[in-house]
């Protein structure tokens, strides 16, 4: 009998129907109450834009002319349309190639040589270095853009007068490879700490070990260190690949052009839905690129539980 008094009264008895106790003591009504501000502000912030991008995709909605006045419903009329848009197509491969080589490889590898090559440098050079990494990426990207407009400048900009290239337009004749550069330089810092963070968790003694044991430095890199971060390196690849596939930043360098040969999605939209006045057309694109988020996500999580 105490034993069962002892078992009536803990925190993690149930009631009759498996349902557990209110131990807060608060009761439904008070706990609803509790968590009302943050379900409001979701609500309000993410889902009730989410439905409303899903409705618009399925109107005709403009931004101006006959149209405007009047929206029909199309269904998945600008789905199909979009579906069979070479542009879309080409901007969907501008942006998997822009994802790769200036997210995944570029600023991943990047970040990690940097977390590696600095992880035995302490004081004052360590804090600077991380500093300047850190600096492009606090920094806001219309300020950033200014300066890599003033860099990159045919007439007077200074990589041209530190290459002796008088008139070389970087932005007209390579802007594709601009942007992948330019995002790398922008966004290189988060993978730098989530790294650096990753490698001090390494414990020591299984460098030393394998130091020992002959292991050259790229030994002790692929069967120590990569093995332990494997989690990390899946995290920061998602992220990175989540946030590139998103960003807006290179229209400030070139606006899309010349010629759309740097319209990558984000752009795609932007360019469809305001300038061009077909916001319900934007809309479904951005559902898509919004599908295409989750593909990635859940590509990336199904590989790491596989992994586990």
């Not at 966004?187 to 989530?194: I, P």
């Not at 070990?209 to 494997?230: K, N």
Request: hydrophobic fraction near 50%.
């Amino acid at each position: 009998m105490p034993a069962a008094t002892a078992t009536d009264s803990s925190p993690r008895a149930r009631r009759p129907g498996g349902r557990a106790e209110d131990v807060a003591g608060l009761g439904s009504v008070r706990a609803l109450l509790f968590v009302a501000p943050a379900l409001t502000v979701i609500a309000l912030f993410l889902l009730f834009p989410a439905v409303w991008t899903i409705y618009l995709g399925l109107t005709s909605y403009r931004l101006t002319g006959l149209a405007a006045s009047s929206t029909d419903f199309v269904g998945v009329g600008n789905y199909l349309a979009t579906l069979r848009d070479p542009a879309f197509w080409s901007s969907l491969r501008l942006t998997v190639l822009f994802v790769a080589l200036s997210g995944v490889v570029g600023q991943s590898v990047m970040g990690f040589a940097l977390a590696w090559s600095t992880r035995r440098i302490a004081g004052w050079a360590r804090a600077l270095l991380e500093s300047v990494v850190l600096a492009a990426w606090v920094i806001p990207g219309s300020v950033v853009s200014f300066l890599w407009i003033a860099l990159l400048d045919r007439r007077g900009g200074t990589l041209n007068a530190l290459l002796h290239l008088p008139g070389k337009a970087w932005l007209i004749e390579h802007p594709l490879a601009v942007i992948i550069v330019f995002n790398i330089w922008c966004g290189t810092a988060f993978s730098m700490q989530l790294f650096s963070s990753a490698l001090s968790a390494v414990p020591p003694s299984q460098l030393e070990s394998a130091r020992m044991a002959g292991a050259s430095g790229w030994q002790q890199l692929r069967d120590v260190v990569l093995p332990t971060i494997r989690g990390h390196v899946l995290t920061n690849t998602l992220m990175i690949t989540l946030w590139t596939f998103n960003t807006f930043t290179p229209y400030l360098l070139t606006a899309g052009g010349p010629g759309h040969r740097t319209e990558i999605m984000s752009v795609y939209i932007y360019k469809t839905a305001i300038p061009g006045g077909q916001l319900g057309r934007g809309a479904a694109l951005s559902v898509l690129m919004l599908v295409i988020n989750l593909v990635i996500a859940l590509a990336y999580m199904r590989v790491g539980r596989s992994r586990r």
